[in-house]
T-cell receptor, first 114, second 117 residues
């Protein structure tokens, strides 16, 4: 079955690092994603990682993928108040000839305290 | 270069009425996806369409819900005889390529928040 799980809340102080964790169940996932949703807005793709990679770094963002444990994490360095948002982990598979739809977790609400 | 556009942004309906949600994909995109986000939940896939074709509707309820993406004009998600449980945010996303092994980002619209009284 398809299921993506993440903790619901995370609170950090400004300047600290934030680590948001996610587990997924489908080993056929080809891409894994992190999306950011600010209040009242749509989803913004932050970063993604292909399933044959272990790590991807993009400025303040570091994604780690442990395929054996089906564990994905997003680390935000030097967290700012503007990073306060809900972060969604998502996976997609490719089946047949069609593009897979995205399977989302419930989201982790990140609160950054000044 | 406008992104994905959805309208209306907010929609209020009474039980039993019809809701029509519109999505205009990004310029050059011919693949559209609809997702529903219930309160305190993640997004759930509903349907994937290409121009004039429904490719995957495995996430769409069998009754009262329908979707189309005509040759001309926006994609429409239609909910007939709405009930309170339909209250949610409905997001549309579009992508350029759809098929193929390459990464193909889905760009999301701002969503339509449906409230059923």
């Amino acid at each position: 079955g398809e299921d993506v799980e993440q903790s619901l809340f995370l609170s950090v102080r400004e300047g600290d690092s934030s680590v948001i964790n996610c587990t997924y169940t489908d080993s056929s996932s080809t891409y894994l994603y992190w999306y950011k949703q600010e209040p009242g807005a749509g989803l913004q793709l932050l970063t993604y990682i292909f399933s044959n990679m272990d790590m991807k770094q993009d400025q303040r963002l570091t994604v780690l993928l442990n395929k054996k444990d089906k564990h994905l994490s997003l680390r935000i360095a030097d967290t700012q108040t503007g990073d306060s948002a809900i972060y969604f982990c998502a996976e997609s598979m490719r089946y047949g000839g069609s593009q897979g739809n995205l399977i989302f977790g419930k989201g982790t609400k990140l609160s950054v305290k000044p | 270069n406008a992104g994905v556009m959805q309208n209306p942004r907010h929609l209020v309906r009474r039980r039993g009425q019809e809701a029509r949600l519109r999505c205009s994909p990004m310029k050059g995109h011919s693949h559209v996806y609809w997702y529903r986000q219930l309160p305190e939940e993640g997004l759930k896939f509903m349907v994937y369409l290409q121009k004039e074709n429904i490719i995957d509707e495995s996430g769409m309820p069998k009754e009262r819900f329908s979707a189309e993406f005509p040759k001309e004009g926006p994609s429409i998600l239609r909910i007939q005889q709405v009930v309170r449980g339909d209250s949610a945010a409905y997001f549309c996303a579009s992508s350029a390529m759809g098929r193929g092994p390459s990464f193909d980002e889905q760009f999301f619209g701002p969503g339509t928040r449906l409230t059923v009284l």
